[in-house]
């Protein structure tokens, strides 16, 4: 698999990761239980990880227009 297509699914991944988490973090704090991270910490750390992705994203995006 080429340079670009494995930066493109790694970020797709990560992205993905990103939004599960968020998603985490907001049942987290509709259903109002007492988790490890808590509210903040699992929507944090999936937005995180979701702009890590789009980063990527952009990054591979702007590499293979050099080309």
Do not use: E, N, P
């Amino acid at each position: 698999m080429a340079y670009g297509k494995t930066r493109s699914m790694a970020a797709r991944a990560v992205a993905l990761l990103g939004c599960l988490c968020g998603i985490l973090g907001f049942l987290a704090g509709a259903t109002a239980h007492t988790w490890k991270f808590g509210l903040v910490g699992w929507f944090l750390g999936g937005a995180l990880l979701t702009l890590l992705g789009v980063f990527m994203l952009i990054d591979g995006a702007v590499a293979g227009q050099r080309r």
